[in-house]
């Protein structure tokens, strides 16, 4: 099992930032990718970024590349989210998310992923 806690989320202005972390526990060892995801109501949850554990490899969803950047920490205990350039488009809960699969797809599929976080609302005002 897998325990993810996000924080960091909050208002912002349009053209501001915010950073999103999100906290791992238990079995890290067991997770290959890592992922932020974000969903508005009435929309599927979408996957933004996603970095390969092992490699440190990063991807991104073409509508956050150039203004948003995944990291981890070397003890994969921390998964951040570095959101620049904020827009109001990118008001949503965000999620992060652990899977245990041998590759990982991008933009990354909801359903490649088993292990979920409770979600941090972000609010970006125009």
């Excluded at 053209?15 to 060892?29: D, K, M, V």
């Excluded at 508005?40 to 991104?60: D, L, M, N």
């Excluded at 070397?74 to 652990?98: F, G, I, P, V």
Aim: net charge neutral.
């Amino acid at each position: 099992q897998v325990q993810l806690v996000e924080s960091g989320g909050g208002s912002v202005q349009a053209g501001g930032s915010l950073r999103l972390s999100c906290a791992a526990s238990g079995h890290t060892y067991s997770t290959y990718c890592m992922a932020w995801f974000r969903q508005t109501p009435g929309k599927e949850r979408e996957g933004v970024a996603v970095i390969w554990t092992v490699s440190g490899s990063t991807a991104y969803a073409d509508s956050v590349k150039g203004r948003f950047t995944i990291s981890q920490d070397n003890a994969k205990t921390t998964l951040d989210l570095q959101m620049n350039s904020l827009k109001s488009e990118d008001t949503a809960m965000y999620y992060c998310a652990a899977g245990t699969g041998g590759y990982c797809s991008s933009p990354p599929p909801p359903h490649e992923y088993i292990y979920w976080g409770q979600g941090t609302q972000v609010t970006v005002s125009s």
